[in-house]
């Protein structure tokens, strides 16, 4: 008899799940929504579509052990241990689950290694340092409202922030006008009159219209809905928009020093979240200041698979690496 080990990498903006044999190799996978559980409008419902996509085919009774990576979960633990307990017994699951910091995950979604400093900025953004597969310390990650500085949260914020100040006419125009508009609005026809409106009032009602839409959607689709916004500054950026430049060199330079106020460490760097792991202008920044001696994360859902593995069979080190070849 098989036996199987899952593991659940949940963020603001989706929820992966991976299910894996003491060999390394994967068994199943599954997708959810968002699963942060500071910010996601439904982490528990996006908990249990991941789990039992994944376990399709599968004997829910060969698993042996279980990691789950939860944003936000240090800071509301309670709730996150209830959410996850439900959709743990809900698949019909044995046994109970281990709730780790989501860095470890991407730590161990990238390397082998047993120690290290990550680095995540996908929609939200936190550095920490590992030892001996354990957080040591971590910076930042205090959510939406009060950190995550440089996450795609951030970026989006400041996106609506500096289309606002175009539109009252505080700073010149930005090309991030018509797709942040668009977005917030959901309204290509809207978005296409304002960059060619040069009617003051019909401007000042159209700023309403975005910071209007802007508070609907944090009602509706919790803080990460700002998050999509950052490819538009992305696209913006690389035209040349000194607006969006400045705002992924700042987030640039506020990740650099939410790293380094790790201090010195030892073991390799990772990079991980959507922001650094694909090849967009932040993550270009960010290299360049770190150099050559950086890792990118592969597979977070894999790397708690791993660490779940590793507590059955701390010297798993084969089927680690092979979890996240």
Not at 262 to 281: E, I, K, N, R
């Amino acid at each position: 008899m098989r036996t199987l080990f899952i593991g659940v990498d949940g963020g603001g903006t989706s929820t992966r799940c991976v299910v894996a044999t003491e060999a390394g190799r994967i068994a199943g996978r599954g997708n959810g929504a968002g699963a942060n559980i500071l910010s996601a409008a439904d982490p528990g419902g996006s908990l249990r579509a991941a789990l039992g996509q994944a376990l399709e085919g599968l004997v829910p009774g060969q698993v042996a052990g279980g990691v789950f990576a939860l944003a936000g979960a240090e800071s509301a633990r309670e709730r996150a241990e209830s959410l996850v307990a439900g959709a743990w017994h809900a698949c019909g699951l044995p046994g109970r689950p281990e709730i780790v910091p989501d860095p470890l995950a991407a730590f161990a979604g990238a390397t082998e290694e047993s120690s290290g400093t990550v680095l995540i900025a996908g929609t939200g953004a936190v550095a920490a340092r590992v030892t001996g597969r354990r957080l040591a310390r971590r910076i930042d990650g205090h959510g939406w409202l009060l950190g995550d500085d440089g996450s795609g949260v951030w970026i989006g914020r400041r996106a609506v922030r500096a289309v606002l100040a175009a539109l009252d006419g505080r700073t010149g125009p930005t090309a991030m006008l018509s797709p942040v508009t668009a977005a917030v609005t959901a309204q290509e026809a809207t978005a296409a009159a304002v960059v060619a409106a040069a009617d003051s009032e019909e401007a000042a009602m159209t700023t309403q219209r975005v910071v209007r839409a802007v508070h609907e959607g944090l009602a509706h689709a919790g803080p990460a809905w700002l998050g999509r916004l950052a490819p538009a500054v992305e696209t913006a950026a690389r035209g040349g928009d000194a607006a969006a430049l400045e705002i992924l060199g700042e987030a640039a330079d506020r990740l650099v020093a939410t790293t380094r106020s790790l201090g010195p460490g030892h073991g390799p760097l990772v990079l991980a979240g959507s922001l650094l792991t694909q090849p967009t202008l932040l993550a270009a920044k960010v290299r360049g200041v770190f150099g050559g001696d950086v890792i990118t994360a592969r597979d977070n859902a894999a790397g708690a698979a791993a660490l779940a593995l590793r507590t059955v069979a701390p010297d798993a080190a084969g089927a680690h690496r092979a979890l996240i070849a």
